[in-house]
Every structure is written in C-alpha cells, then in structure tokens.
Nanobody
C-alpha cells in the first residue's frame, strides 16, 4: 500500500501563487512517477505535471507550462507543485498520483480556487 497526503490548497486571487505538497509513504520503490492531476466542476480529470522520482525529469501540460513547477524532496518523500500566475481556469480539485508499473495510487485531493 502507498499513502499520499496532500496539503496546500486554498483560495487565491488571480495572479497569485500557491504551493501544493504531497507526502508519500508506504511500500514505495526507488523508481516511480509522481504526478499532479486536476478536475474542474463538470470536466474530466486532466494531467497537470509529473516527475520521475529517480532522475528528476519533468513534464507539464501545455496549459501550465511556464507557470507551474513540479519538484521533489527525496529526503522527505514529498512532491511539490508551485503554482504561479494563477488564473480562474486553474480552479479545480488537485490530486496527487503515484505510479509504478501497473500500480497506481491517488491522494484525497485538495481544492484550489482562483478568484478573478
């Protein structure tokens, strides 16, 4: 089992910043992918960003490139999503994902609301 605990969501004005955190624990391996997804009301869940835990390579959705940064703290087993220049369309529930092979775990989600 893998446990994911997210924090850092909230209400922010457009143009502002937030940082999300996701702490992972349990039976984790050294080579896995940590990612962030989001789901806005009435929309399907969409990919935001991910990071390869071992090598640190990252990828981003086009909609957040240049504004969001994903990073990791290996010692703390924590992944972060720094979100800058937030827009109203970034409003969603953000969920952390851990993936290794066919294994796939999700956090409980944290609400991010951007007011215009």
């Amino acid at each position: 089992q893998v446990q994911l605990v997210e924090s850092g969501g909230g209400l922010v004005q457009a143009g502002g910043s937030l940082r999300l955190s996701c702490a992972v624990s349990g039976r984790i391996f050294s080579d896995y992918i940590m990612g962030w997804f989001r789901q806005a009301p009435g929309k399907e869940r969409e990919f935001v960003a991910n990071i390869n835990w071992r090598g640190g390579s990252t990828s981003y959705a086009d909609s957040v490139k240049g504004r969001f940064t994903i990073s990791r703290d290996i010692a703390k087993n924590t992944v972060y999503l720094q979100m800058n220049s937030l827009k109203s369309e970034d409003t969603a529930v953000y969920s952390c994902n851990w993936k290794w092979g066919f294994l796939d775990y999700w956090g409980q989600g944290t609400q991010v609301t951007v007011s215009s």
